[in-house]
């Protein structure tokens, strides 16, 4: 009888583990954290742009989900967004500084692709690397 109870709960012990490590693991992981990571590239937004211009699937194939730094010229700053030479939309991560308009800045993102209505190429969980 002793024999069967500590099977059970072996058993058990077992089913609990391996769910709670299915689910730290597998289905519930952390975001990203892109300010930490090394970037893959550093290039400029209107090279980025013209990239994405051309062939919107080869661009997303190069660069989509993928961290990059951005360089240009400060073109439009909201509290929660900046847009680089009018062809890089970036949502930041801190408030947006109004002082850096018409300023050089490089910006560290991940990129989600293109916005053919607007036709910027977006990228989110921007950080300034330098201005």
């Known amino acids: ?11 058990l012990l077992v089913i609990s583990l391996g769910s709670y490590y299915i689910y730290k693991n597998i289905l519930y992981k952390d975001a990203r954290d892109i300010n930490s990571e090394k970037s893959i590239l550093t290039i400029s937004a209107t090279d980025l742009e013209n990239e994405y211009a051309l062939d919107p ?9 993928k961290t990059i730094e951005v360089e240009g010229i400060v073109s439009e700053v909201t509290d929660s967004s900046m847009v680089i030479d009018h062809k890089v939309f970036c949502k930041m991560n801190k ?5 850096l308009m018409s300023k050089k800045i490089n910006i560290k993102g991940r990129c989600i692709g293109f916005d053919d209505l607007f036709e910027v190429v977006k990228f989110d969980q921007c950080s300034i690397q330098q201005h």
Do not use: Q
């Open 57 to 65: 699937a080869k661009g997303d194939a190069k660069y989509l989900n």
């Open 95 to 99: 408030k947006a500084e109004k002082t």
């Open 1 to 11: 009888m002793t024999k069967t109870i500590i099977k059970v709960l072996v058993l």
